[in-house]
């Protein structure tokens, strides 16, 4: 029986920094997230830049396994922006989101971050409740900010945490 229950195990994730190799990876949880996605080219611009720290969600039993989420943010001490966050969207509600955060997070303080900002769109309920959780206060909107594939446009709220 342990072996059957072993078998069907949900994969569990550790948080590491990421680098351009994961650039694709990067592309492909983008494209399942936005209207909008980033290129792999952008990814890899980004991930190759000394003021970006990315941070990915690796199953823990294959390293190399594609990533379960990634946050990536330009740390500019004592500032950093959170520039883009996505999470596979087979894994959404299991916490990974929330692990990948918290984790990330830390890995900003150890930076030298003191403030950390952010923009989100003001229907994305899932995200806005995590990042209220996290200690993230709005302080600012944008209207018209996010185009929709539908070509909606919804306005982005900034946040904003102390660490």
């Known amino acids: 029986?342990?072996?059957?229950?072993?078998?069907?195990?949900?994969p569990t994730?550790?948080?590491q920094p990421i680098r351009a190799d994961r650039a694709?990876?990067?592309?492909?949880?983008?494209?399942?997230?936005?209207?909008?996605?980033w290129s792999s080219s952008d990814f890899?611009?980004?991930?190759?830049?000394?003021?970006?720290?990315?941070?990915?969600a690796v199953n823990d039993t294959a390293s190399k396994?594609?990533?379960?989420?990634?946050?990536?943010?330009?740390l500019t001490p004592p500032?950093?922006?959170?520039?883009?966050?996505?999470?596979?969207?087979?894994?959404?509600?299991?916490?990974l989101g929330r692990l990948l955060l918290e984790r990330h997070l830390l890995n900003l303080e150890r930076g030298g971050a003191r403030l950390v900002f952010l923009e989100v769109a003001d229907d994305n309920a899932p995200a806005l409740a995590l990042y209220e959780r996290s200690g993230f206060k709005i302080i600012g909107r944008r209207e018209n900010y996010y185009q929709r594939?539908?070509?909606?446009r919804r306005a982005a709220l900034t946040m904003r945490l102390e660490l």
């Not at 029986?1 to 949900?10: D, E, H, P, R, V």
């Not at 830049?49 to 990315?54: E, H, K, R, V």
């Not at 500032?79 to 299991?94: H, I, K, M, Q, S």
């Open 24 to 37: 694709e990876e990067c592309e492909r949880l983008h494209a399942a997230s936005f209207a909008f996605p």
């Open 65 to 74: 396994g594609p990533l379960g989420g990634f946050i990536m943010s330009r």
């Open 79 to 95: 500032d950093a922006e959170v520039l883009t966050f996505a999470v596979d969207p087979a894994r959404r509600g299991t916490g």
């Open 13 to 15: 994730f550790s948080v």
């Open 1 to 10: 029986m342990s072996l059957i229950k072993g078998f069907f195990a949900k």
């Open 149 to 152: 594939a539908s070509g909606e």
């Open 44 to 56: 890899e611009s980004y991930l190759t830049d000394s003021a970006i720290l990315a941070d990915g």
